[in-house]
T-cell receptor, first 114, second 114 residues
Framework: DTGVSQNPRHKITKRGQNVTFRCDPISEHNRLYWYRQTLGQGPEFLTYFQNEAQLEKSRLLSDRFSAERPKGSFSTLEIQRTEQGDSAMYLC????????????FGSGTRLTVV | AQSVAQPEDQVNVAEGNPLTVKCTYSVSGNPYLFWYVQYPNRGLQFLLKYITGDNLVKGSYGFEAEFNKSQTSFHLKKPSALVSDSALYFCAVRDMTNAGKSTFGDGTTLTVKP
C-alpha cells in the first residue's frame, strides 16, 4: 500500500469554473476525511465519510462544495463556481475505526483560483 | 464543541537543548490527543497520540508528550533537539464521546539552530 493518494497535486482555475479533486485512501481504512488548509492556519475540517456514508459536513461549507465516496473506496471533492477565497491546500486523510487512531494524510491538492 | 490552542507561532532552540511545543485543548468529554508534523513540501505525518493510561506518551523520532488533565494541556517535548526536527507541528483533539473529526491547532514552527 502506497498510502493516501491525492490528484491532482496542483490545480489553477479561473473564477467561476468547477473543479474536482480525487482522493484514494489506504484500502483498509473505513474513514476518509477532507480538510482545507490556508497559509498560517491549521487544517480546517470540511467533511468525513465512514465507508460510503457521509457522516458530517462542516457548517462553514457552502452549498458549492460537495463530496462523494461511492462504494466506500475513493472520494471526490467538487467545488462549483469557484471563488478566489477557495484558494487553499485541500487535504485528504484516512483512518481505521476506532477513533483512537491518528490520520494518514495525503500530500494535498493546491488550488489556485485566478 | 472542541478546540485547540497553540500559543506560540514560533519556537527556537539550539541543537542539543531540550524543546517544548505547547498545546492546550477544550472538549466536552474526554479527549483523544494527537501531534502531527509537517516538513517543508511534505504532507502531515502522525507523530504520537494520547488515548488513555500513562500521562507521558512516546512517539516517533524521540518525541514524547505529557497529558495534563487539570491544565487541559498536551505539550510536545524532546530531551535533545536535532536540526532535522525543524518543521511545523500541529496539535489535534478529538472528543471520545463524539465520534468523528479531529480539530487542529494553527501550528507552531520549530526551528533548531546548529
Amino acid at each position: 500500500d502506497t498510502g493516501v493518494s491525492q490528484n491532482p497535486r496542483h490545480k489553477i482555475t479561473k473564477r467561476g469554473q468547477n473543479v474536482t479533486f480525487r482522493c484514494d485512501p489506504i484500502s483498509e481504512h473505513n474513514r476518509l476525511y477532507w480538510y482545507r488548509q490556508t497559509l498560517g492556519q491549521g487544517p480546517e475540517f470540511l467533511t468525513y465519510f465512514q465507508n460510503e456514508a457521509q457522516l458530517e459536513k462542516s457548517r462553514l461549507l457552502s452549498d458549492r462544495f460537495s463530496a462523494e465516496r461511492p462504494k466506500g473506496s475513493f472520494s471526490t471533492l467538487e467545488i462549483q463556481r469557484t471563488e478566489q477565497g477557495d484558494s487553499a491546500m485541500y487535504l485528504c486523510a484516512s483512518s481505521p475505526i476506532p477513533d483512537s487512531y491518528g490520520y494518514t494524510f495525503g500530500s494535498g491538492t493546491r488550488l489556485t483560483v485566478v | 464543541a472542541q478546540s485547540v490552542a497553540q500559543p506560540e507561532d514560533q519556537v527556537n532552540v539550539a541543537e542539543g537543548n531540550p524543546l517544548t511545543v505547547k498545546c492546550t485543548y477544550s472538549v466536552s468529554g474526554n479527549p483523544y490527543l494527537f501531534w502531527y508534523v509537517q516538513y517543508p513540501n511534505r504532507g502531515l505525518q502522525f507523530l504520537l497520540k494520547y488515548i488513555t493510561g500513562d500521562n507521558l506518551v512516546k512517539g516517533s523520532y524521540g518525541f514524547e508528550a505529557e497529558f495534563n488533565k487539570s491544565q487541559t494541556s498536551f505539550h510536545l517535548k524532546k530531551p535533545s533537539a536535532l536540526v532535522s526536527d525543524s518543521a511545523l507541528y500541529f496539535c489535534a483533539v478529538r472528543d471520545m464521546t463524539n465520534a468523528g473529526k479531529s480539530t487542529f491547532g494553527d501550528g507552531t514552527t520549530l526551528t533548531v539552530k546548529p
